[in-house]
């Protein structure tokens, strides 16, 4: 899909879903859910108050910093395909699989306001209330795909669009208000 937002999420339609795992899903999950919970549990300081701080003092996001970040998006995203539905593969911890979600390097200097970090977790309080009303509908969606799925093997499109939407929408919110690798104010549409 293009977009002026600089971020790439996509994920390939799923032809057929083994209607097994889709039954089991949320207990399959259980292995990598705790994976995900120790990694992301000490990482809030690390995905938002480090580039906060670095942006603010030396208008600067270390590479190593953005790339921890991208690989732990890249991990959360597949780990939420999943969940969604969306893709039947097992998560893997380092293997793109169908889930592709990339996002540039900023250029602090020419493209981040120094000052911004102070307060863009204020101005997407509109994008909080957007997503969690989107979020309610993705819910509906992914029990409405689970028997879908169960009775005809199919994802229907339309659903699958939704969600991935709705994760893409979730992710322009992360990268502008917590990750703060853009300026960019985050459109409010699921289809960018």
């Given amino acids: 899909m293009a977009s002026d937002?600089?971020?790439?999420?996509?994920?390939?339609?799923?032809?057929?879903?083994?209607?097994?795992?889709?039954?089991?899903?949320?207990?399959?999950?259980?292995?990598?859910?705790?994976?995900?919970a120790l990694i992301t549990a000490s990482h809030s300081g690390i995905q938002t108050l480090a580039p906060a701080a670095m942006i603010l003092f030396r208008q600067k996001y270390p590479r190593w910093l953005f790339d921890w970040n991208l690989m732990l998006t890249r991990f959360n995203a597949r780990i939420g395909a999943y969940l969604l539905l969306l893709q039947d593969d097992y998560p893997s911890t380092d293997e793109e699989q169908s889930v592709h979600l990339d996002f540039p390097y900023p250029d602090v200097e020419n493209d981040l306001n120094r000052w911004m970090p102070l307060f863009k977790?204020?101005?997407?309080?509109?994008?909080?209330?957007?997503?969690?009303?989107?979020?309610?509908?993705?819910?509906?969606?992914?029990?409405?795909?689970?028997?879908?799925?169960l009775i005809t093997g199919k994802m229907p499109p339309g659903l699958f669009d939704y969600l991935v939407g709705v994760m893409r929408y979730g992710t322009?919110?992360?990268?502008?208000?917590?990750?703060?690798?853009?300026?960019?104010?985050?459109?409010?549409?699921?289809n960018e």
């Fill in 121 to 149: 977790w204020i101005l997407a309080i509109p994008h909080y209330i957007v997503f969690i009303l989107l979020l309610i509908g993705a819910l509906i969606a992914v029990v409405v795909a689970w028997f879908a799925v």
């Fill in 5 to 36: 937002f600089p971020l790439q999420l996509d994920i390939d339609y799923p032809e057929d879903s083994n209607r097994l795992t889709v039954l089991f899903r949320l207990i399959l999950a259980i292995p990598i859910l705790i994976v995900a």
């Fill in 172 to 190: 322009r919110i992360e990268l502008y208000a917590f990750m703060l690798t853009t300026d960019e104010y985050p459109s409010f549409s699921i």
